[in-house]
C-alpha cells in the first residue's frame, strides 16, 4: 500500500545545528516506521551562515521558490561568529517566515517530569501553557528610518505595525485553540504605555472575544505577566500576544520550563498555503559546536510539534512522553543538564523510549 510521503525541507544551519536535527530525523523516522501508514523524506539544504561565507548569500537565488515544495521545513539553527546576527536573521529566517506568511509562532511551554526548573516548590500541573506569538508584524516588521547617520542630529525609527488582519487573524486563531483545549486564554499587551497599538489591540482582542463566549479570558499588561510567569506560572493557560512581546516572554517561559535546551517553536501558515517551519529555539551555540555534546531534546521537541502539524497528535503526545522519560530516568543526559552523554546517546534513548511506548 501506499504509504503517505511528507516531503521535508531540512535547513540544518551552522554550528549545532546538523548536530541536533540528526537526532530529531531519526526520530520522525523512528514514528513513521511504527506507524506504517506515512513516511518521511527529507531533502537537504546547505543554507546558513557558512554558506554566506563562501557565497556572499544566505540561501540560494530561488530558495523560497525551491521550498514551497514541501510540506514543511525542520531548521537547525543559523548564527556564526563573522556574520552580523542581522543578516543571517532577515536573510534567512524572517525571509522564511515573511514569504511563508507563517504569522502565527506557537511555543509550548510545559514543565516535564525531571525537567531543570529554577522555580522552588512548582509541580508539573503548574506550568503548562501554550504561547502563540504574532509573527510577522508588530516592532519586527522592519518599518522605520535611520536618518542623519553619524551626524549630532542622527535619528532612528522602529515603527510597530499592528494592522487589523494581522492583529485579528492571530487573535483568532488563539481563540479557536482556546476552543478546542477547553482551556482559557489570556493577552498579554501593554495598552497604558503603547496608546495606539495596544490599545488597538486590546480592542480587537475584545471585540473578537465576543464570538467566543465559551472561553474564559484575561489580559494582563506585560510587565506584569513577566512578574507572574514567575510567581504564579498556573494563571496561564493559552497566551496570545504580539511579536515583541511574544519573543521576549517565551524566553522566559522556555527559562522556567526546563531551558535552552528544551524549548521548541513552530512558525505556522494556518491556511497550508505555504509550509510551516520547526525549529528549536536556541541557537547555534558556536561555543559546543562540533564536540557532539548539544542537547538534542529541544530540536525533537520540534519534530514532535511537527507530527501534531500533521495530524498525528498520538506520535508528537508519544514522543513527548519519550522525551519525558529520558529526563526521569537522567541516567542518560548531555552536559547541560548535568550529564556526561552525547546528543547521539541522547537521540537513540529517546528512540528507545518511543519503541517501549508503542
Ligand atoms: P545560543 O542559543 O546559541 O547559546 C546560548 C548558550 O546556550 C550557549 O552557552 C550554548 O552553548 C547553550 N546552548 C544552546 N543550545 C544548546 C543545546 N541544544 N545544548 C546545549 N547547550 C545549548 O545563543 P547565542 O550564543 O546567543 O547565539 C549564538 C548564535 O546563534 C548567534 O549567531 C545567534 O544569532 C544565533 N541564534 C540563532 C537562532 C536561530 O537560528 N533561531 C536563535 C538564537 C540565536
Ligand atoms: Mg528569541
Known amino acids: 500500500t501506499m504509504k503517505r510521503p511528507y516531503k521535508i525541507a531540512v535547513i540544518a544551519g551552522d554550528g549545532i545545528g546538523p548536530e541536533v536535527l540528526t537526532e530529531g530525523i531519526k526520530v520522525l523516522n523512528k514514528t513513521a516506521e511504527l506507524d506504517g501508514s506515512f513516511e518521511f523524506q527529507f531533502t537537504y539544504f546547505p543554507w546558513g551562515c557558512e554558506y554566506y561565507l563562501e557565497h556572499g548569500k544566505m540561501m540560494e537565488e530561488g530558495g523560497l521558490e525551491q521550498l514551497k515544495a514541501y510540506d514543511a521545513i525542520y531548521l537547525g539553527a543559523v548564527g556564526y561568529p563573522g556574520v552580523p546576527d542581522h543578516i543571517s536573521l532577515w536573510d534567512l529566517l524572517l525571509k522564511i517566515r515573511k514569504g511563508f506568511n507563517q504569522y502565527v509562532n506557537i511555543r509550548p511551554i510545559t514543565l516535564l517530569e525531571g525537567a531543570p526548573c529554577p522555580l522552588k516548590d512548582v509541580s508539573r ?44 487573524r492571530i487573535i483568532r486563531y488563539a481563540f479557536e485553540e482556546a476552543r478546542k ?58 497566551v496570545v500576544t504580539s511579536n515583541l512581546f511574544g519573543d521576549i516572554i517565551t524566553d522566559l517561559g522556555a527559562a522556567i520550563a526546563g531551558g535552552l535546551g528544551l524549548a521548541a517553536g513552530a512558525n505556522i501558515n494556518p491556511e497550508r498555503e505555504y509550509p510551516s517551519m520547526f525549529e528549536p529555539i536556541h541557537g547555534s551555540a558556536p561555543d559546543i559546536a562540533g564536540k557532539g555534546i548539544a542537547n538534542p531534546l529541544a530540536s525533537i521537541w520540534s519534530a514532535s510539534q511537527m507530527l501534531d502539524f500533521f495530524g498525528h497528535e498520538d506520535w508528537g503526545k508519544r514522543v513527548l512522553s519519550a522525551i519525558e522519560r529520558v529526563m526521569i530516568e537522567a541516567d542518560v543526559l548531555t552536559p547541560d543538564m548535568g550529564g556526561t552523554s552525547s546528543t547521539t546517546q541522547v537521540g537513540d534513548r529517546v528512540i528507545d523510549g518511543i519503541q517501549d511506548l508503542n
Open 181 to 238: 483545549q477547553g482551556r482559557s486564554l489570556t493577552s498579554i499587551s501593554k495598552g497604558n504605555a503603547l496608546n495606539y497599538s495596544m490599545v488597538f489591540w486590546d480592542e480587537v482582542f475584545n471585540e473578537v472575544a465576543k464570538e467566543y463566549p465559551d472561553v474564559k479570558t484575561y489580559s494582563y499588561l506585560v510587565d506584569a505577566a513577566a512578574m507572574f510567569f514567575v510567581k504564579q506560572p498556573w494563571r496561564f493557560e493559552v
Open 125 to 168: 500541573e503548574q506550568i503548562d501553557m501554550l504561547v502563540i506569538r504574532e509573527n510577522s508584524e508588530g516592532e519586527y516588521a522592519g518599518a522605520g528610518d535611520w536618518l542623519f547617520k553619524g551626524q549630532p542630529n542622527e535619528v532612528v525609527l522602529q515603527t510597530g505595525i499592528f494592522s487589523r488582519i494581522g492583529t485579528e
